[in-house]
């Protein structure tokens, strides 16, 4: 384990989220009061790092692929501060406390860049001031120890794997590279059907970040089963100490993926195994739904030719056997279409109503070419969802909420109260009423 390791606390989600939420309160209340004056987005973080040191007791907090349920707290705050030159981006504000790429914190002129790619970016550019080296050193161990905190399992574990690596990470930019390459690999390659075949790359730098996601997605989906997590990559629900052990298994994992030749492999080819595998089960579902698909778009009286652009896929509720992440990315590898819808039931909502995951993607297929965002579409099915809550008397907390970014727009649990034939209806109709709907 690395020299920072000691300096490192692993803190769950819902406890930063108390942590967060009262800080922000009490910053609101002494603006408020003029205790405090802010004009500067440093000012902003100056101050919330203060309150945030005192009631965490001199350690400091760093959030990971999530913005621990403060959104709406932070957006009040900022509409009582007057900053000088108008109200700054939501990022400016958070930057080196949370590092985060959905919601709010989506970039749109950055899509590609996840949480990962946010902490490798903030420490190149802390190695690339001007100024004593020791001192960008100092800095950046102080900016990444004390707690920090995730729920996912992807990009929030490779994150807080650098924290507690962060010696190795300042000391070598090849690896750097390759753990950006590797990130890229799972967060968006594999599901845009763009990683290219590991024969055919010339980089070894690029080969081997590769080798390393293949790896760890493998790592993934062993370490979800093995601790019950299911249908998400999120593990919150887990209670602290699992968590802990959860967090400490996949810390070690990718250890062994980065460093260990052989042990990366055989967990590269592992996974590679499983996707072909979960490939035969998507493709023998889209077939069985598509009859049921096609009868209903005849009719509702709706344009079949929503199907040229778009894969939709009707997972078993069960799952399979080959991992979360295997089923995941075998969707968009097992067609040529530019779009990916995957539904998938999930266990019903206290009130006995059928709920459903959604998975809608964006597939380049290693084209380079300009992507269509979603955020539109996504947008149009949240509001239907939202609807159908209102009719059936179910609050808009409880009814299941669609989120993401241009590519990609998911709802996990609770699920959507939309069923299957009232999402495509959604989609179909999004798609007719538009001239050149994705732009593609």
Not at 19 to 44: D, H, M
Not at 124 to 146: D, H, S, T
Request: aromatic content about 8%.
């Amino acid at each position: 384990m690395s020299r920072n390791a000691n300096t490192i606390e692993f803190f769950p989600i819902s406890e930063a989220n108390k942590v967060l939420t009262s800080t922000l309160r009490t910053l609101r209340q002494r603006v408020a009061t003029v205790r405090i004056t802010i004009t500067t987005p440093r000012q902003f973080r100056e101050e919330w790092r203060k309150l945030i040191k005192a009631e965490r007791m001199g350690a400091g907090l760093v959030i990971f692929d999530n913005d621990a349920g403060i959104t709406q707290e932070l957006q009040a705050l900022v509409e009582d501060i007057a900053f000088e030159g108008g109200r700054p981006d939501i990022r400016e504000l958070v930057k080196g406390i949370i590092f985060d790429h959905h919601g709010l914190f989506y970039d749109p002129e950055n899509p590609e860049v996840n949480s990962v790619m946010q902490v490798l970016d903030y420490i190149e550019n802390v190695l690339q001031r001007e100024g004593n080296e020791n001192e960008k050193i100092a800095f950046l161990k102080q900016a990444f120890q004390g707690n920090i905190s995730t729920d996912n399992i992807g990009d929030g574990s490779l994150a807080l794997w650098i924290c507690y690596n962060l010696d190795e990470i300042i000391d070598d930019a090849p690896l750097r590279k390759k753990i950006r390459y590797a990130t890229w690999v799972e967060d968006f390659g594999l599901f845009q059907d763009a990683v290219p075949p590991l024969a055919s790359v010339q980089d070894p730098d690029f080969r081997e970040g590769i080798g390393i996601g293949y790896a760890m997605l493998n790592l993934y989906n062993r370490v979800l089963q093995e601790y019950g997590v299911k249908g998400s990559d999120r593990f919150g629900q887990l209670k602290r100490e699992v968590q802990k052990l959860l967090i400490n298994d996949v810390l070690e994992g990718i250890t062994d993926a980065i460093y260990d030749v052989s042990s990366r492999e055989a967990g590269a080819g592992r996974f590679l195994r499983d996707v072909e595998r979960a490939k035969s089960v998507t493709s023998a579902a889209h077939k069985s739904f598509m009859r049921e698909v096609r009868t209903f778009l005849k009719r509702e009286g709706l344009d079949l030719s929503v199907l040229d652009d778009i894969y939709i896929v009707l997972e078993d509720p069960s799952g399979s056997n080959n991992g979360l992440f295997a089923d995941w990315v075998a969707g968009p590898g097992s067609h040529t279409k530019p779009i990916h819808l995957a539904l998938k039931p999930l266990a019903p909502s206290s009130d006995g109503n059928p709920r459903f995951q959604m998975i809608l993607s964006v597939v380049s297929h290693g084209k380079e070419q300009k992507m269509p965002s979603l955020a539109a579409l996504g947008q149009q099915i949240q509001e239907a969802n939202l609807k159908k809550a209102s009719r059936m008397g179910i609050l808009e907390g409880q009814a299941g909420a669609v989120f993401g970014r241009d590519a990609v727009q998911v709802a996990f649990g609770p699920g959507l109260l939309l069923l299957p034939k009232e999402i495509l209806k959604v989609v179909a109709d999004f798609y007719q009423g538009s001239i050149d709907p994705f732009h593609i």
